[in-house]
Every structure is written in C-alpha cells, then in structure tokens.
C-alpha cells in the first residue's frame, strides 16, 4: 500500500547543508503523521522531526531545534528535511516513516510508524 522512498543523503563537513527527501505514494495521508527517524551507529532510531500531512503541526527533537526544518509537498506527494548546521553527531541513517492513525501523539510521543522507508545515509565529517 504506502511505499517511501528516499534520497538526499551523503557525506558532508560538519557546518554544512542536507535536504532529504521522501516521495510518498499508496495512501491518501490526509490525516497521517510523517516523521523522520534517525539510527546512529550502535544506536537505536530515535525521532528528529514530524509533521502533520496537513502541515498544521510540527515537532522537532531538542537536538535539531534550530537547524532542521521539515516540510511537505501536497503537490509531489515529498516530505523533506532540511539540515542546517550539520554536526558529527548528526550522522545515522535517516528514515522516512507514516503513522496513520491520525494520532499525533502516537507519531511524537510513543513514536509508533506504520509503514517506513529504506533508509539513506548521512555523514557528517569533523
């Protein structure tokens, strides 16, 4: 049903700019919550941002406050992250995931995905 698929990652010194992308297909998202995940090494994934489909409501990891933004296209049916300021600790695999539930919380409280990406790497260089 819902298929993500990414890009936009890479290598990169640390100060410098990332934008990741996820084109979205399958589903209607209309009240679904679209977040991005990252996996440091020897880590497990933990929440950077979400965002409403609707784009009414956003949520940022204290980490990343100031440096990401995350946005949507309706249009491209694309979810992206914008990275700012990039620092070492930035780097992991990022993955776009759905939750559709509906539930906001769920996506940025118990950050529960539904359905997820493959994943693209970054890496930030010191």
């Known amino acids: 049903q819902v298929q993500l698929v990414e890009s936009g990652g890479g290598l990169v010194q640390a100060g410098g700019s990332l934008r990741l992308s996820c084109a979205a297909s399958g589903g209607s998202f209309s009240t679904d919550t679209v977040g991005w995940l990252r996996q440091a090494p020897g880590k497990e994934r933990d929440l950077v941002a979400a965002?409403?489909?609707?784009?009414?409501?956003?949520y940022y990891a204290d980490s990343v406050k100031g440096r990401f933004t995350i946005a949507r296209d309706k249009h491209k049916n694309t979810v992206y992250l914008k990275m700012n300021s990039l620092k070492p600790e930035d780097t992991g695999v990022y993955y776009c995931a759905v939750d559709v539930s509906g539930l906001w919380n769920k996506a940025t409280r118990l950050k529960e995905y539904d359905y997820w990406g493959q994943g693209t790497q970054v890496t930030v260089s010191s």
């Open positions: 965002i409403s489909w609707g784009g009414y409501s956003t």
